[in-house]
């Protein structure tokens, strides 16, 4: 059963390793350790202590708990199919069939209980019980949320409550009531007397307080959370006082011990922070942005260290083999055991502080690899039990005082020493790799100057794409410090030219910038796609002193993502008569129909991608879903589209839907990395629509990639023989794998014109149609600058439909009437038909000559 759980801890470990590159990265992370490893030891363990402590096998035996651990096994893992594949009838059945287990598990702990012996802890099962009971709302809340429908308010009040659920309730509630007996028993010391009082005064407590909690934030009441919270740490802090008392008798000694230890004061430092955050958040939506400060202490610090804890206790007990084998596989599991608690504690602390973002990666990471050794030690384990069994055998008197023995308390200073500088050589590699960010110059020449001794502290404020003010005076040689604050609705940072910088600034947020000592006049600017284009830049004067240019001719840090040129461009890289490397396949531009559904669930991810958009040419562009142009959605008047947005990737992004009616406000609000915003709209107007991305500066974002079309068939539209759509945008190209150039789209002189995303792609895979049939080709002018003259050379249009209108339908009037190009302005689109006289290649251009030379062209080949 056991093997359950490392299968979903590995899963989570792959999904850690390559979670920039897949759906929903983050979400699965913290799912497949939470619903799947933990949720699967919860079943495991708390039916095993269940046993224990009522004397009795569990209700249907072992082979009904087999088959409550399959259904809890599969039920997750549909729940994160649906998720990934945004299907949320899978969803559905997933999250009902884990909830229905949970439920029967309580059931079956009842019916346990009633005919168990009377024992001093037996009441302990309760705990299990009211924990299963919170699984199932927790799990309900979590299916509700991933319908996606729900108003954004709603959505961050369930949220919150289904957080507390499954933080304060499935998993708070079981460990609480495992490790009342499993603390002192792992420290090898007595139970205390007052433990068992303790143990059922408690339990009220919490209980009381989880129900309250998800009933005050489902409500929306912050002032009902807040008690909830006292509620719950007043019966946690009954729990902790037990807990001390067993440690003051035997202090821990094993990995087991000092793991479970730091758990439970996550588990306390969580609680504590989940109630802070609803009760001081201005709104539920500040209070929804704020839980992802509890993802890495919830999920490692507390989560993952009682679930290895728990694991390294009983993984000698589950292998057994008799004491020998116990020594042996307890050993290999206690190895480096204060180190590696010491660098997983501490590395969650510093990931926590406000450090540069590749120093946070980095720790990160090792913090992620001293949990894997866990999995190595398992096996290393489990092979020296085999080995060790059948050794001298002791009396279980003696075995216990050989643990004792072996669990002498002893000295760290060696191990504490070594995680320290672990952790050291971590941050400086994380500094290495961005000193800039770390406020570091990376000056030659600066102009130098005697430091005053003085500090002068100013405070700037970032709003519409200027700071405020945008000029400060700084005598010559003092220390500057700047208090920066974001009053804006999207993120900001401040990057000055000697190299310090403020790193990303979230919405409403603040940080401080040690520009260090001033000896010459400074820049500095927002270095967000485009900010510094329209205007966010800052100058820093010095006074009393020989006046210069703090750059020297030292090279400066670049204007980091905000598509500067920044070397030289892949312009230079560029000849459209290149062929393509070879297996090149063009983006399928042909059209399925609209499927019968009138409710359209769409899942979009903002994420970064490198993709090829001419021969040898490459660029980072921002997507949707990982293509530009991004995904083509079709419906019909009337159908209801379900949006979610997820910003997977590195700066803000927002998205904006021409084709739903509706305030903009909160539906097409900026969104940070890591956050997702979920609205709906109903269509009621037909046509071809562009949805973008609407953060400033627009021209920036779609011009890198940010834009995709959505389809409302007109009612009645006549059936075609193929359908295909073609969507024109411009490429303003960066250095070769960079980001647009801001500067060039201000020009409105693109370097590549493109039909669906990539230079002469359908000239060198054309698209493919027959003599006499019925082509209808829908065409949108993405932008962001340049209009459009869509052409067929060879080919005349019999019917032309643009802006939600027919121009022209089946040759007019006179049924002789035809068209020879679709003129459309950016964000403007139609379609049009026609049938192809005889076989041959046809070229489709934009019929503005000098575009189409710059890679708007595609051939149609057509056969008998």
Known sequence: MNSLIGFWLVAAAVVVLIHRFVPLGGWLMLHLLLLGAVSTAILIWSQHFADTLLRRSAWGGRRFHGVRLVAHTVGAAVVVAGMVADVWPLVLVGGFLVGLNATVHAASLIIQGRGGLPARFAPLVRYYVFAGISLAA???????????????????????????????????????????????????????????????????????????????????????????????????GMIVVEGIRAWRASPPTTYAAWSIAAAVGWLLVCTVALGAIVVFAPSWEDAGEGLDWLAAPFAVGFAAQIVLGALSYLLPVVLGGGPSAARATAAELDRGAFFRVLIINAGIVLYLLPVPSLVAVVVSFVVFATLLSFLVLAIRAVRAGTNARGGPTVPVDAADASARTAGAPKRHSGAALLAVGTLLVATTLGIALDPASAGLSMEANAPTIKPTGNTTTVEISMNNMRFTPDTIEVPAGDRLVIE??????????????????????????????????????????????????????????????????ASGDAEMPGDHGSGDSDGPSAAEDLDLMAQPAAGFTARDATLPPASSATV???????????????????????????????????????????????????IGHSIDFHAGSLAPDQPMRTIDPGESLSFSFTATRSGIWLYHCSTAPMSVHIANGMFGAVIIDPPGIAQVDREFIVVQSELYLGPQGGTADAAKVQTQMPDLVVFNGYANQYRHDPLEAKVGERVRVWVLDAGPNLPSSFHIVGGQFDTVYSEGDYRLKEGGSTGTGGSQS???????????????????????????MSDAERGAFGLFRVTD
């Open 138 to 236: 927790g799990v309900t809340l979590g299916v509700i949320l991933a319908r996606t429908s729900l108003p954004p308010e709603l959505h961050d009040r369930l949220m919150v409550g289904h957080l507390g659920a499954n933080l304060l309730g499935w998993v708070g509630l079981t460990v609480i009531g495992t490790v009342i007996l499993l603390w002192p028993t792992v420290l090898h010391t007595r139970v205390s007397e007052t433990t068992d009082a303790s143990a059922r005064r408690a339990l009220p407590l919490l209980v009381s307080g989880v129900g309250v909690f998800v009933t005050g934030s489902i409500v929306g009441i912050p002032l009902v959370v807040a008690v909830a919270v006292v509620i719950y740490l007043a019966g946690f």
């Open 600 to 650: 359209r669930n769409v899942a979009l991810s903002a994420q970064d991608r490198e993709v090829e958009v001419s021969p040898g040419v490459t660029q980072t562009l921002w997507t949707f879903n990982g293509t530009a142009p991004g995904p083509t959605l079709r419906g019909n008047v009337g159908d209801k589209f379900n949006i979610t947005l997820v910003n997977d990737a590195d």
């Open 484 to 549: 920066l604050s974001n009053v804006d609705t999207v993120t900001h940072d401040l990057v000055l030219e000697n190299g310090a910088t403020s790193g990303r600034v979230s919405a409403g947020k603040a940080a401080t910038v040690d520009a260090g000592v001033i000896a010459a006049n400074v820049d500095g600017w927002c270095s967000i796609a485009g900010h510094r284009q329209m205007g966010m830049v800052l100058t820093i004067v010095v006074t009393g002193g020989a006046v210069g240019d």
């Open 822 to 848: 679709l003129g459309l302005l950016p964000a403007q689109g139609g379609f049009v038909e026609l049938v192809f006289p005889e076989a041959g290649n046809y070229p489709f251009i934009t019929h503005t």
